[in-house]
Every structure is written in C-alpha cells, then in structure tokens.
C-alpha cells in the first residue's frame, strides 16, 4: 500500500496555468507496478480521469484535455506532477491521485486537493 | 454527462439488500473484466470496495458483492447498515478513444 498526498494552490485566476504535486511514500516511483494517476471531482459531481504515469515512464492522457496536461514525475523527491494549462471556471474542482493496480482500479488515493479557479 | 449511467439515488431499510447498476457498452464493461467500484462519503476520497468486477479487496466485508452481465455490472450491498449511506461510483477500462478510464455518475444510497 502506498500513501498518497496532493498539494498545490487553493485559488488560480482564469487562464493560468495549474501545478499540482502528488508526493508518494510507501514505494518508489520507479518500482514495478507504480502507477499514479490524477482524478478530478468537480463539486456535487462525478469523478473524471485525467492523467497516469507509470513506474516505466508510460503516461496516459485523457483525450479530451490532453492538449492543456502534462504529466512528469521527480524520482529524486517521488513526486508526480500535473500541470494543467489554460484554467477555467469550469475546472473548479477537488484533484485527487491515486495509485493504479492492474485490473485498472484505484487502489490508494489521497486526500484531494480543491482547485478553485476566479477572478 | 458521465459515460457509465449509474442510477441517482436507491434506498433501503437496515437489514436489506440493495443493488446499484453500472451500464456501459461493448468498450468498456461489455468486453473487460476491468469494472471497480469505490465508496464516497461526503468530504473524503473514494475507497476502492470492488475491483476486476467481483473481487473484494482485504478489509472490505464480504456484504458487498459484484457481478457483471453483458454490458451492465452490478454492486450489491448485503445487510444493509446505517453506516452503508455514501456516494457510490463505477469504473472501468475504456478502448474508447477519447479516454482509458470512465466513472459512473454515481449513485447516492439512503439507508431509510
């Protein structure tokens, strides 16, 4: 079981760009099986998958933001970050990551981080 | 409009037993054994309560059940608890070009 913690800003302004970092403990990034992925849940409403980034370097996007994601991780502090250009209202949302097993489900999340996009 | 349709809202008295369907098609649940579910209640992270359709992970008791018939999987809930009342999400692998994952829209469950 690994832990997982979101950290990043509470408010950006509109047509920012969002950095998010996802800070594991309990297994490298570089382990075989290690799989995090960003989750967002915009408030009173579904979960939406954003992004995955693999022990092996294999990164994942969903299509339909793909052009505003980026993905990366930092082995030296076992952190996983998420950009996310271009912010809108519309993107106001709690950002989870969460490791990936290998039926594709969600193992271990964290505790969420809100992201509230205003002017 | 999430691609997984989950019904709104199911209800049960202590004691019961309650079903929530996930329905999706042949490009994710129809075809991949790779359906979970995961339990939210209000202000917390999701809590994975069903993996690869059926499989309960350690710790999850054995009232919560899966299954899955052609395009649709179901999350059953056994004995039905006061503490049993949460948001509860599908999942699944998608072939689906426009992303790898999707969720359900959710289902809220009221223990009356």
């Known amino acids: 079981q690994v832990t997982l913690k979101e950290s990043g800003p509470a408010l950006v302004r509109p047509t920012q760009t969002l950095t998010l970092t996802c800070t594991v403990s309990g297994s490298s990034l570089t382990s075989f099986g290690v799989r995090v992925n960003w989750i967002r849940q915009p408030p009173g409403r579904a979960l939406e998958w954003l992004a995955r980034?693999?022990?092996?370097?294999?990164?994942l996007y969903s299509t339909s933001l793909m052009t505003r994601l980026t993905i990366s991780k930092d082995t030296s502090k076992n952190q996983v970050v998420l950009t996310m250009t271009n912010m809108d209202p519309v993107d106001t949302a709690t950002y989870y990551c969460?490791?990936?097993?290998?039926?594709?489900?969600?193992?271990?999340w964290g505790q969420g981080t809100l992201v509230t996009v205003s002017s | 409009q999430s691609a997984l349709t989950q019904p709104p809202s199911v209800s049960g008295s202590p004691g019961q037993s309650v079903t929530i369907s996930c329905t999706g098609t042949?490009?994710?649940?129809?075809?991949?054994?790779?359906v979970s579910w995961y339990r939210q209640s209000p202000g917390t992270a999701p809590k994975l309560i069903i993996y690869?359709?059926?499989n309960r992970p350690s710790g999850v008791p054995d009232r919560f059940s899966g299954s899955k018939s052609g395009n649709t999987a179901a999350l059953t809930i056994s004995g039905l608890q006061a503490e049993d009342e949460a948001d509860y999400y599908c999942?699944?692998?998608?072939?689906?070009?426009?992303?790898?994952?999707?969720f359900g829209g959710g289902t809220k469950l009221t223990v009356l």
């Open positions: 969460a490791q990936m097993g290998r039926g594709w489900q969600f193992d271990d």
């Open positions: 980034i693999d022990w092996d370097d294999l990164i």
């Open positions: 999942s699944s692998y998608s072939s689906s070009s426009a992303t790898y994952v999707m």
């Open positions: 042949s490009g994710d649940v129809g075809n991949y054994d790779r």
């Open positions: 690869e359709v059926s």
